[in-house]
């Protein structure tokens, strides 16, 4: 049994989180919201999850570097310096940072990489996305998830072809461009496709979320899977024995 401490406890995440934990065995040593106090969560758990907000993160790390716990990163909306954060904090702990936690999306990234990979750069590549209306980032991070895996496929860096928020004369497609695109309404889950559009055929890879608790028992997967481990930067193919 895990003592698991919820970052963010009392939002949509935190909340589902309390319930995957208790539904596998486990305990909830605690909860923060903004506010709260962080480094004493860390203190009384074996291991910490993040869903909160960016500016959340360095504090979370701080925290669990201090009581030398792991922690499962599910915020998204994160920059380059956050990354950067991550990178460093794992020099210390075990950290596990993905903009999905579920099994399906894990398996689709995987899947998207083999297409690009076996389609070539002729195929044209877009990510679309839709999330209920309270969502606060674009695009998703399981969008940037699936637009890193095909771009790992295709041997290039997305920020390279990245191409976002279309508006406007925005001339033809750019050769190679992967491409994003954000909707928003409702109580939707969450929903991602990969579209590879080729010569007069279109190759699609979808997941739906029908609901959150499937984010959430991938982290609590995820973080029991951590604790114990040594120092370093983790993802979820590990845990999931997909790699
Ligand atoms: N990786 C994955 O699989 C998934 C990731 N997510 C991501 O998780 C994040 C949270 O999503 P969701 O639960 O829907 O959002 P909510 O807005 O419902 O909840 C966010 C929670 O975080 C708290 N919070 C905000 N800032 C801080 C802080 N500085 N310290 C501690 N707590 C803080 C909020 O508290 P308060 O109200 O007091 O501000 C709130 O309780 C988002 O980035 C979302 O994209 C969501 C689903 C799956
Ligand atoms: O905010 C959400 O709800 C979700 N966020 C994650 C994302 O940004 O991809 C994961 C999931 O799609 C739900």
């Known amino acids: 049994m895990a003592r698991i401490g919820i970052i963010g406890s009392e939002g949509r995440m935190g909340q589902a989180l309390a319930r995957a934990i208790a539904d596998a065995g486990h305990e909830v040593a605690g909860g923060v919201d903004q506010g709260g106090n962080t480094a004493n969560l860390a203190e009384a758990c074996d291991v910490l999850v993040d869903f909160t907000a960016p500016p959340a993160l360095e504090g979370n790390l701080h925290a669990a570097i201090g009581a030398g716990v792991p922690i499962l990163i599910g915020t998204t909306g994160l920059e380059a310096r956050h990354h950067a954060a991550i990178d460093s904090a794992a020099q210390a702990i075990p950290v596990l940072q993905t903009g999905n936690t579920s099994l399906g999306v894990t398996l689709l990234a995987h899947l998207v990489r083999e297409a690009a990979a076996r389609l070539g750069p002729q195929w044209d590549i877009e990510v679309l996305e839709m999330h209920h209306r309270m969502k606060v980032d674009a695009p998703s991070g399981t969008a940037l998830l699936l637009g890193e895996a095909a771009a790992e496929g295709r041997g290039v860096a997305l920020a390279d072809h ?5 508006d406007g004369i925005t001339g033809r497609r750019a050769e190679g461009a992967i491409g994003f695109a954000s909707l928003r309404g409702g ?35 995820g973080a029991a899977w951590l604790i114990g481990r040594a120092a370093g930067r983790y993802a979820m193919p590990q845990v999931l024995g997909l790699d």
Do not use: K, N, P, Q
């Open 187 to 221: 109580t939707v889950a969450g929903e991602h496709s990969v579209i590879l559009a080729g010569e007069e055929e279109r190759l699609t890879l979808s997941h739906v979320a029908e609901d959150r608790m499937i984010f959430a028992r991938g982290a609590v997967a």
């Open 162 to 166: 990245s191409e976002r928020g279309r």
